[in-house]
């Protein structure tokens, strides 16, 4: 029996092994050579300057902002769904744009955020009066929290789901406010899910670089940006691993840092 058992894990080691140990691995190999194919260390160096510095700052507090915005707004829209009728019919709805391509859905926004598109009419109409939305910060976020936030609702709503009334009514029973018994016993219980759900939503967004082009117009650099750079523009191949690399480094420490971790009692 035993051996059997490792017999089905040949496929799954050698998925792991092809498709994320082999690609780490050239990321890495490459990261040590310059443009002319010289090995060096220099890519390292230059990693550690002023303006790839900037450019990580830059990556983690957009990362951050997107995150905060669709976990504000995921928390209440899965905490509702546990309490309507039909919720795997408006699970789906919510699901259902994370199924439309990507680019799909930036092209819609350049429609809708444009000079003359609805979001500026509808500016006009209440007597604000048409302005620029697109290529501003504004409209980076907001578009990247659109994109992102079924990834938060779902373990949200999963984690919401699975939580015993019980200790709810118990809270209730105690004295305890709706406040308080969200801060005390609802939300540690839940907290499994906002970490997934943050994992899901700010590893992406530290590497956002398509709607940094068309919805920021350039204006928002990541390192995601920088990435699509050196390899498509410069031919830095180097460069841009290298890049790849410590963001392969942050995003391993963050999902270490929110790594679920069972929890015996309440807190």
Same mark, same amino acid.
């Given at each position: 029996?035993?051996?059997? +058992?490792?017999?089905?894990? /040949?496929?799954?080691?050698?998925w792991i092994a092809l498709f994320v140990v082999a690609p780490i691995l050239l990321v890495v190999y490459y990261s040590f050579f310059d443009i002319e194919g010289q090995f060096t260390l220099t890519n390292y160096q230059k990693f550690f300057t002023p303006v790839y510095l900037k450019m990580t700052i830059s990556s983690f507090w957009y990362a951050f902002l997107i995150t905060a915005f669709t976990l504000l707004i995921a928390y209440p829209t899965a905490y509702l769904l546990?309490? !309507?009728k039909h919720r795997q019919l408006w699970l789906l709805l919510i699901i259902l744009p994370s199924w439309i391509?990507?680019?799909?859905?930036?092209?819609?926004?350049?429609?809708?955020?444009?000079?003359? *598109?609805?979001?500026? #009419?509808?500016?006009?109409?209440?007597? /604000?009066?048409?302005? #620029?939305?697109? $290529?501003?910060? $504004?409209? $980076?976020?907001?578009?990247?929290?659109?994109?992102f936030i079924p990834f938060m609702i779902l373990p949200i709503y999963n984690s919401l789901e699975k939580l015993n009334p019980s200790y709810i009514d118990a809270a209730t029973d105690l004295g305890a406010s709706a406040w308080?018994? $969200? +801060? +005390?016993?609802?939300?540690?219980? =839940?907290?499994? *899910?906002?970490?997934?759900?943050? #994992?899901a939503v700010f590893i992406p967004a530290l590497s956002l670089f398509m709607i940094t +082009?068309?919805?920021?117009?350039?204006?928002? /650099? !990541?390192?995601? =940006?920088?990435?699509? #750079?050196?390899?498509?523009v410069t031919q830095d191949w180097g460069m841009g691993a290298t890049i790849a690399v410590f963001l392969i480094i942050a995003m391993a420490i963050i999902m270490i840092v929110t790594g679920q971790r069972k929890r015996g009692d309440l807190t």
């Open positions: 029996m035993h051996k059997t +058992r490792n017999y089905y894990l /040949i496929p799954y080691v050698l546990t309490k !309507t391509n990507l680019l799909l859905k930036a092209y819609a926004f350049l429609g809708l955020f444009g000079a003359y *598109g609805p979001a500026n #009419q509808f500016l006009e109409v209440i007597g /604000i009066g048409a302005k #620029q939305i697109l $290529f501003t910060d $504004f409209s $980076f976020i907001f578009v990247a929290v659109y994109i308080t018994a $969200f +801060r +005390r016993v609802i939300f540690p219980l =839940t907290l499994d *899910g906002v970490k997934s759900g943050c #994992q +082009r068309l919805i920021s117009g350039n204006r928002v /650099i !990541t390192l995601g =940006t920088a990435i699509e #750079q050196h390899f498509l």
